[in-house]
T-cell receptor, first 108, second 112 residues
Framework: DAKTTQPTSMDCAEGRAANLPCNHS???????VYWYRQIHSQGPQYIIH???NNETNEMASLIITEDRKSSTLILPHATLRDTAVYYC?????????FGTGTRLQVFP | DTAVSQTPKYLVTQMGNDKSIKCEQN?????MYWYKQDSKKFLKIMFS???????INETVPNRFSPKSPDKAHLNLHINSLELGDSAVYFC???????????FGPGTRLTVT
């Protein structure tokens, strides 16, 4: 997998947008960027993925820079239930490799 | 309507015992996985099956034997359990050759 780098932790106020960055400067042209999250004591949950265009679904938006060296996952109105570890993954083999992710704490 | 289910949710057993964890998915996926998450929270893939055939086998002790009776089920049997096997084991499924995986709730295995 292309190496991804994420901040260890972030805070966000409830109701505000949570912007989670990810650097993937070694990503190749056909490698997608995937985002997962793991809420405490639960299984990881798929959020979104993209190649080069921005993507949006009911959970989040994914903004990928034009050079594809970084991306940002946006949770537009964070809630307490969004507190979780968020993983940015750029797989190029037959498996997902989870790193250490970003621990997002949403506070009231 | 649970998409990926695992049983049991908790499993406490003694060293040397043999135990099994079961996984079922009702998403119509043809690929299933077992992951292990240790106490440091690192999540690592162990096995993957596509249409009942083993396609990924990471460096896992051969005390671990996955079995897929059909593409909706993937079970994990562990022989001669050791203290280091204590972890949370997650099952997941996806369509073949996609990275959009759906995970079960996990089985917390404690070996004493």
């Amino acid at each position: 997998d292309a190496k991804t780098t994420q901040p260890t932790s972030m805070d966000c106020a409830e109701g505000r947008a949570a912007n989670l960055p990810c650097n993937h400067s070694t990503i190749s042209g056909n490698e997608y960027v995937y985002w997962y999250r793991q809420i405490h004591s639960q299984g990881p949950q798929y959020i979104i993925h993209g190649l080069k265009n921005n993507e949006t679904n009911e959970m989040a938006s994914l903004i990928i820079t034009e050079d594809r060296k970084s991306s940002t996952l946006i949770l537009p109105h964070a809630t307490l239930r969004d507190t979780a570890v968020y993983y940015c993954i750029a797989p190029n083999t037959d498996k997902l490799i989870f790193g250490t992710g970003t621990r997002l704490q949403v506070f009231p | 309507d649970t998409a990926v289910s695992q049983t049991p949710k908790y499993l406490v057993t003694q060293m040397g015992n043999d135990k099994s964890i079961k996984c079922e998915q009702n998403l119509g996926h043809d690929t299933m996985y077992w992951y292990k998450q240790d106490s440091k929270k690192f999540l690592k893939i162990m096995f993957s099956y596509n249409n009942k055939e083993l396609i990924i086998n990471e460096t896992v002790p051969n005390r671990f034997s996955p079995k897929s009776p059909d593409k909706a089920h993937l079970n994990l049997h562990i022989n001669s359990l050791e203290l280091g096997d204590s972890a949370v084991y997650f099952c997941a499924s996806s369509q073949y050759l996609t990275y959009e995986q759906y995970f079960g709730p996990g089985t917390r295995l404690t070996v004493t």
